[in-house]
């Protein structure tokens, strides 16, 4: 029996060309889709009855595409997006780009051949390659927002985000309030739109606060990532550190554990999203607390809500800082900690 797989090596082209080619010919180079389809057709190939019902748009299934599973943000997000899609009937399939901005277009490819529509969850592609990736796709976006294309009348993809603005400003005022007035941020990854959405802010807040933010530089949104952010906290002079996210932020309060770093004593640290995690270390972490599984449902209802004909428009979610025993008075004095530790 004649595969995908033989008709792709035949066409020179990868599998999901083909998929697409065959369900979806009008977002496949005119070129490749003849080369595609003569090749099929040559060789005798037929798609199988489910991949037909797929084309029909009667899979009662749903794709999510996410930037790491192993992370407990999105973890959280997945399983509330199963449970509220089992509820309205629907399975889903995740996929998982492990943070590469370059697999996205082939991964939604692959969903889109095979779903009624997508959630694509923190995508990290640019604008324009994110665009191009979601030609003719049924598509819902979470954590991320994708204007129209300038002179383009298509309107923006609807979208399902948190307010990170307002969330990096609680982080500030209360910092302020502790007495810190220069403050480090470890960031997360530059293709991080809610990553660029914080920084923003904590920079917005500074201004009114007159808090001296110090940029340690960026980091790789895991527990390793905050090791290292977290000897840039200790040298930059800092009394509180800003972590891109929980996980980042329990690699700072590990590291500066080991060296001898008092918290919150010496140095208060805040992360964001507050992962089950964030409790379970001492001292416990104070965060932003992001309402995760109900961003989950929310994208999920935006999503059947367009493929029952409907225009959803875009939504945003308040978040509330969750104080712990990470944060806390500033020091009297500023210590040189570098050279001692």
Known sequence: MVTVHDVARAAGVSISTVSRALASPERVAAE?????????????????????????????????????????????????????????????????????????????????????????????????????????????????????????????????????????????GHLYALGHRTVGIAAGPPSSWSGGRRVAGLFAAAERWDVELVELGTFQPYFAGGTQAADYAVASGATAVVAFNDLMALGILDRLRHRGVDVPGEMSVVGFDDVQLATLVSPALTTVRAPLARLGRRAVDLLLARLRGGTPTGTQLPVELTIRGSSGPAPAETVDRGPSR
């Open 32 to 172: 490749t889709r003849d080369r595609v389809t003569r090749v099929a057709a040559e060789l005798g190939y037929r798609p199988n009855r489910a991949a037909s019902g797929l084309r029909m748009g009667r899979t009662h299934a749903v794709g999510l595409l996410v930037p790491d599973l192993e992370n407990p943000y999105f973890a959280t997000v997945t399983k509330a997006v199963q449970a509220r899609a089992r509820a309205e009937g629907y399975e889903v399939f995740v996929a998982d780009s492990d943070e590469d901005a370059d697999v996205e277009a082939e991964l939604i490819d692959a969903l889109a051949t095979r779903t009624d529509g997508l959630l694509v969850t923190s995508p990290r592609s640019g604008e324009a390659e994110l665009r191009a990736a979601l030609v003719g796709v049924t598509a819902v976006l979470a954590n991320r927002e994708l204007p129209a294309e300038p002179g383009s009348e298509t309107p923006p993809v609807p979208s399902v985000c948190v307010d990170d603005a307002d969330g990096a400003a609680q982080v500030l």
